[in-house]
């Protein structure tokens, strides 16, 4: 029953494409676990511009590998002739250019916005988000410093604990310190729904357990890419009631407990 009006009338979706379209605007969230060449690219341009057409989101962002943003931006305007596409490309990124380009994202009526992974990581985060998450992970951690304490045995996750809640704590520091220059950031730009794209590379979040002895969970504090999308999709979600985030990847899970988990 679904229909895509504006789309390229030559291109015919496959079932599991359409499937996927309408799950998105049903749901409002979701992760395409396809196989390379199963048609992702399509699936997510269909679903975005449907969430623009039927006034679900005003401004998608797309987050594609460095390689693939101009390759992206040419599948938009393949299946939406007519579609308002800004690529951002690594130039457009850099300091002199930064504020010029996120005053076009804030002020345009973009139907989508291409930003490569690197790039998108150069959008300063909103501090307001970031230091809720902060606090949060930090009241994880007093709880599970308590509990550790609690069990016998335990003396070693206990100073695990007690190191990361250090670097929280030092993060918040940091983030009291930080200067606020003029710069727009991400909660400027006016994004309203996020499509990440081989998003398997964001999968090395934070996480807090008083477990011992369980092979494959990987560093407990995680990375600061995962850590920056966590906060701009986290951002994302909140505003658009729990909804508006989308990941795409063949490879959710490679071989560990803390990526089933994330």
Avoid: C
């Amino acid at each position: 029953h679904l229909t895509l009006p504006g789309a390229n009338v030559a291109i015919q979706l496959r079932p599991h494409q359409l499937n996927w379209v309408y799950r998105s605007l049903v749901d409002g969230n979701g992760l395409a676990d396809h196989v390379v060449g199963a048609g992702k690219t399509f699936a997510i341009i269909a679903s975005m511009m449907e969430m623009r057409r039927l006034g679900m989101a005003n401004k998608p962002m797309i987050v594609v590998p460095n390689h693939l943003v101009g390759q992206w931006a040419n599948d938009i305007m393949t299946l939406y002739p007519g579609a308002n596409v800004l690529a951002a490309s690594r130039k457009d990124f850099q300091k002199d250019r930064r504020k010029l380009l996120f005053s076009r994202i804030a002020t345009g009526d973009w139907d989508m916005v291409v930003v490569a992974h690197s790039s998108f990581g150069r959008i300063p985060v909103p501090p307001e988000t970031e230091k809720k998450i902060l606090d949060d992970q930090l009241d994880e951690l007093v709880q599970a410093i308590t509990e550790a304490k609690k069990e016998k045995g335990a003396r070693f996750t206990v100073k695990d604990l007690e190191r990361a809640k250090t670097k929280i704590e030092e993060k918040l520091k940091k983030l009291a310190d930080r200067k606020q220059d003029n710069a727009l950031d991400f909660a400027d730009l006016g994004v309203d729904a996020m499509a990440v794209d081989e998003a398997h590379e964001f999968k090395n979040l934070f996480y807090t357990t008083t477990m011992q002895g369980v092979a494959g969970l990987g560093s407990p504090t995680g990375s600061t890419r995962a850590f920056d999308m966590f906060v701009k999709t986290r951002y994302v979600a909140e505003r658009a009631g729990g909804k508006n985030v989308f990941f795409a990847t063949g490879t959710p899970v490679a071989n560990s407990l803390a990526e089933v988990f994330h």
